[in-house]
C-alpha cells in the first residue's frame, strides 16, 4: 500500500520529520483521509476528494474543513484536539508547522489508548453498564448544550427526514442480491412510508420544540472512546451540515442500533433508558424506532459497498437489513410496576429486567427521578425536603404519580414496554396502573422484592454513604414506610413476577 502513496504522505511516515519526538510512525487509511500516529500525537490530512456527500478537492476547501473539524470536535473533546496546522516545503521533504506556503493542512491531536475505544470494549465483552450509563449522561449533556436550530432552516424539516430514508430503498436493491433481501426491503419500504405518513406532524413538532441540533452526526462506538474512566465522543461530522444537523433521537438512534448489531440487546436498551432518564426527552420513544431502521439500513448500504469493493460476502450487510426488519416488529408491550419500601432492591430488580430484555424494547420511569424533574431539580442533587414536606408532600406525590401514569400511557401506546419504578405502597395507585394496563390491552405485572428490615436498614446507610443516588430515602422514612405500607391482595399476588 505505501508504495501508493502520495509523496507527502511517504515523507511523513520519517518519525524525524514531526516537532515532537516519535519513535515511529503509524499510518491508518481512511476512504477521505490519512492519520499519522507520530508517539503522543495525531495528524490528520484529508484526501483531495470530491463526492456527492464531501468536498476535499481544493487546498482552501480541506483547509476550512480542518479548522470546523477542530472547532466542532472541541465541543465535547477539548483536551483531544489542539490546533490545525500548516505543512510547508516540497512534497518530499515537508516541515510540519513550519514558515511559508502551506502545501496542505492537519488536524493535530492528542493521542489516546486504542484500546479504550468502546466498539474495542464492546468486542472483547468488557464494556459495563456503568459506563453505558456515562455514555448516555455524557451524551444527553451535549445534545442539551449543542445548538438549536433555527425554524426556517431545512434542517429536520419533514421532507428532510424523508428524502434519505427513501434513498436507501433506490440504493440497496442494486447492492444485495435479489430474493429474500430484496424481499424485506420492499416490507421496510413499505412501512417506512407508513410510518412517516403517521409521524410527520411529530417530527415537525420536534423541529418546533428545539429537538433539531448541532449533533455529533455519526455517533457509533467507534468514535467513543475511555479516557481516565470517563466516555469522550470525538470525529463528528464536519463536512456535511445535513448529517449533523438532524433530531437528537436520530444520533442516540445509531448509538442504539450499533450495540443491537454487536449483539448487545441489554447495553442497547441500557442507553436508551438512561439518555431519556437524563435528558426528559420522552417523546424521542415515538420516532426511535424510525430513525433506527434509517440507520440500520444506511450501515447496511455502506456495508454492502465496502463488500463489494473487496469482493467479500454480503453477510454483515444483510444482517443490518434483518436487523431493520425486527425494529419494525416489536414484541407485544406490557406494564410493570414495582412495590416495596426503601432499600427493597426495586431499582435493582428493574434494572436487571432492563438488562435482559433481549428486544431492547421496555423503557424505565423512575419515581425519583421524575419527581424531581417535575419540581425542576436535578436528578442527584437533594431536595432538602422534610419527610411528608416539599416534593414528598401528600400533593407532591400525586403530581408524581400523575406525570409517571400520563409516561406509561404514552410509552404504551408507542408500542413500548414499560416498568413503572416506584414505591407503590397504597393498592390505590397499584390499582390506577392496574386499569392503565387494562385500557391499553397489555399484560400487567407487579414486581416486590423482599428483604429483612436489617438488610433495608444496611442497603440505606450504605446508599446515604455514598452519597450519589436518585433516592433521598434515609432510615426515618423507611420507618415511616413500613408503617403504612399496604400489602398485595390475594387478587395482586397473582400478577407477581419473581424478584
Known amino acids: 500500500m505505501r508504495q501508493t502513496l502520495p509523496p507527502l504522505i511517504q515523507a511523513l511516515l520519517d518519525p524525524g520529520r514531526y516537532p515532537d519526538p516519535a519513535a515511529r510512525v503509524e499510518l491508518i487509511e481512511t476512504h477521505a483521509s490519512w492519520l499519522l500516529l507520530a508517539g503522543d500525537f495525531a495528524y490528520k490530512i484529508k484526501k483531495p476528494l470530491t463526492m456527492p456527500f464531501l468536498d476535499y478537492g481544493t487546498l482552501d476547501q480541506r483547509r476550512l474543513c480542518c479548522e470546523a473539524e477542530l472547532r466542532l470536535n472541541r465541543r465535547f473533546a477539548p483536551q483531544l484536539y489542539l490546533s490545525v496546522v500548516p505543512i510547508v516545503g516540497p512534497p518530499n521533504d515537508p516541515q510540519i508547522n513550519g514558515v511559508g506556503t502551506a502545501i496542505e493542512f492537519a488536524v493535530r491531536m492528542h493521542r489516546f489508548a486504542e484500546a479504550g475505544r468502546l466498539d474495542h470494549l464492546c468486542a472483547r465483552r468488557q464494556l459495563r453498564w456503568q459506563q453505558v450509563s456515562d455514555l448516555a449522561a455524557t451524551v444527553a449533556a451535549f445534545h442539551d448544550g449543542a445548538t438549536i436550530a433555527a425554524l426556517p432552516t431545512r434542517f429536520g424539516q419533514p421532507s428532510q427526514v424523508l428524502a434519505p430514508a427513501l434513498e436507501n430503498f433506490d440504493e440497496l436493491p442494486a447492492l444485495l442480491p435479489s430474493g429474500e433481501a430484496h424481499q424485506r426491503l420492499s416490507r421496510l419500504a413499505e412501512w417506512t412510508r407508513s410510518e412517516f405518513d403517521r409521524l410527520a406532524p411529530r417530527f415537525a413538532a420536534r423541529k418546533a420544540t428545539g429537538r433539531v441540533r ?27 451540515e445535513d448529517l449533523r444537523w438532524i433530531d437528537v433521537a436520530s444520533e442516540i438512534a445509531f448509538l442504539y442500533i450499533d450495540l443491537l448489531d454487536q449483539r448487545q440487546p441489554g447495553l442497547a436498551g441500557w442507553l436508551l433508558n438512561e439518555w431519556l432518564a437524563c435528558s426528559g426527552d420522552y417523546d424521542a420513544v415515538h420516532v426511535l424506532r424510525f430513525y433506527a431502521v434509517y440507520r440500520a439500513l444506511v450501515r447496511a448500504k455502506v456495508a454492502a459497498i465496502r463488500a463489494r469493493q473487496a469482493n467479500a460476502d454480503l453477510e454483515q450487510a444483510q444482517g443490518y437489513v434483518v436487523l431493520a426488519e425486527h425494529l419494525i416488529s416489536p414484541p407485544a408491550p406490557h406494564l410493570i410496576i414495582t412495590h416495596g419500601v426503601a432499600g427493597c432492591g426495586k431499582s435493582r430488580v428493574s434494572r436487571r429486567q432492563l438488562l435482559s430484555d433481549q428486544a431492547a424494547a421496555t423503557l424505565r420511569l423512575r419515581s425519583d427521578v421524575e419527581r424531581r424533574r417535575l419540581f425542576g431539580i436535578a436528578a442527584r442533587t437533594h431536595s432538602d425536603s422534610p419527610i411528608d414536606g416539599g416534593i414528598y408532600a401528600g400533593e407532591a406525590s400525586e403530581l408524581t404519580y400523575q406525570r409517571l401514569h400520563d409516561l406509561a400511557r404514552e410509552l404504551l401506546a408507542a408500542g413500548w414496554s414499560v416498568i413503572v419504578d416506584a414505591a407503590f405502597l397504597e393498592r390505590s395507585r397499584r390499582d390506577a396502573f392496574r386499569a392503565l394496563a387494562a385500557q391499553a390491552g397489555v399484560p400487567f405485572f407487579i414486581v416486590a422484592p423482599q428483604a429483612t428490615p436489617a438488610q433495608l436498614r444496611a442497603r440505606i446507610r450504605h446508599r446515604l454513604a455514598k452519597g450519589h443516588d436518585a433516592s433521598e430515602a434515609t432510615l426515618a422514612v423507611l420507618e415511616q414506610q413500613l408503617a403504612r405500607i399496604e400489602g398485595l391482595s390475594t387478587n395482586e399476588s397473582e400478577s407477581l413476577l419473581p424478584d
Open 214 to 240: 448541532e449533533c455529533h452526526g455519526d455517533l457509533h462506538l467507534g468514535n467513543l472512546v475511555l479516557i481516565d474512566k470517563r466516555v469522550t465522543l470525538f470525529d463528528c461530522i464536519e463536512f456535511s
